[in-house]
């Protein structure tokens, strides 16, 4: 054995990347608890060039990223969508596209640390404040049980976690990259849809494992490229290579990785 | 179909693997003393393997690969990884490793790191005649954890102070995040802000052994204690988890860390647990909603009885 001072951790810790201010999910129900429809318009909490916003916003010690900038970003990745082919507020005529644009943007325009990548605080000040009309763009509710017919909307995609409407696509694209792991495989391959990366995503213990991950999602582009007959596929591998965990390290098998995947796959997926 | 099912196969007893010790620069794991926030902090360990155990217990032979594997996990950070591992020579009788390993954020050691040592085998060739030997690739025969620093507890309590931009100008700020992760300590799902202009502020800045610390530390606790019952109070998804993690508490065995009386963990459940005189959460809950005024004065009272 030989001792070696480097990083053990292949991760980017961030460290100088600018903080971005944060709020908590009682901010967000409250404000929640006003919004009655889609949002087209800059409502009055948000943040603008000069200000990040009314309300209780925590700001952490550092060096702020300026409101001026979260402006920049939030044009960027407007432009960016545009630029995709989806008008800001127009129906989505794919939402899987949209989410791997808005991926793709935020992946590159958007720069934290690791702290704040898993705050939900900064996350949820990002949806209400910075690109305020971007769940109801993305999501546009369910009929609700009243007799009027209202549109209710579900708070995760404004809160910070795995559902948020911002924080989920940047995750697929950061860890995947912003074609979701196609890259280099042949054109006919079809990108995962989002009940297959909810379930390969939503398993913390499969997601936070960046290699373990981008194996799965390799094997099921190999098993099973293109989406006929994919989603209960998946959700049994998923499932199994999740059981599989208290007993396999597969961070030890390395070449191996991908051929005992692929036979998990088949055991779990006779037919295929 | 093994996929879907519990594995059998035999693993080896812990006294195989005898880790001595891990050191965070010079200080002993778990960590009790403050780290910088920022930059990067060795890591050093020293274990001794007795591979002739390894093999006679999990009835493997030579020709199976057997590796020591350390894998890092901040749940907090949503960081998994394997970060070093090595082929155990199977010849000697026993390894010994000690070394340097390298170097770790500090941002994941201040948000609850846990070591993991793995033994686990690859290519795996079971004894002759021998039914239950590992048979298949990564089969792990043999997992220790080190809690090198347990996210929410004494030195890490997750305390932030910043700037409020607020009409309201709060001089706290308290998020219940339960939903983080269900095996980590109850006080490492909270979020505390703090007004860096207020007085709490500049008393928790204060020497630790000075009466203004010790008042803004104690106001702190309270305040917590308070503002966190009254959330849960309020949310039944959230009662319910909170009901079930104070009977687990209870049936902990002694010797378990959240046992440890200096823990923040230990102080919130026993506090919780004379706030309720024998009721359970539930009940006082149904008392909360119909007399929330009645259930605070009460809470307060009860801290300032407070044994612990």
Redesign the interface.
Known sequence: ???????????D?G?KSLLI?AI???VVSRIFAKNEGPLTSRPDYAANPTS??????????GALVSPEKLMKLRTDVIADLESAGFELNAQISSVTDWDRALGESLKKNLKM???Q??D??VWAYLTLYVFWEFPTWRYHGRKGKGSDGEIIYSAKRWEG?NKNVLRKCWMRASALGPDLGTDGLSGTVEVLNEDELVNVFER??L?????LLRAIVQTIYIKRPTSDNRMFAVRRFA???L??T????????HE?LLP?LSD?FD??NPTS | ????SA?S?LEVASEALQISRVLIGDQQVPLKTEIPL?G?S???ISCHLDVNKILEESRLTKPSRI?L?I???C????????????KVDLEQPTTI?????????N??IN?GLVLTF?V?V?DPVAQRNEQLACN?????LLREEVIVSERGEGVLFPL?????????D?TW???L?I?SDLNAPASSAL?V?IS?ESMLYKGLAADRNANEWQSAAATLLHAIQTECLIKVFENDDVLAQLQEATDNFQRLDSTHWARNANSIGFALNNWMHYFCAGRSIIEVAAEFKSNPLGVIVDLRKSFLRRKW
């Open positions: 054995m030989t001792g070696q001072i480097e990083p053990l951790f292949t991760i810790i460290e201010p908590t999910k009682e990040y916003g009314k309300g209780p916003i925590a700001k952490p010690p640390s690791l702290v990548e898993n939900q605080g976690g913390t213990t997601a936070r494992n960046r290699d499932t199994a290579v059981h599989r208290p007993t396999t390290h597969f961070g030890i098998l191996k005992t998990i055991e779990v | 179909m093994r996929a879907l594995s196969y920022g990067l060795d890591v050093s590796y594997s894998d890092g996990t749940e907090y950070l949503g960081v998994r990884e394997t970060i070093k591992s090595w490793f000690e070394e340097t390993l390298g170097q770790i954020h941002d994941l948000n793995l686990c690859v298949f690739d990564g089969g792990i932030q102070y910043c700037n409020f931009n607020s009409d309201e709060p700020q308290i998020e995040d939903e979020q802000k860096d």
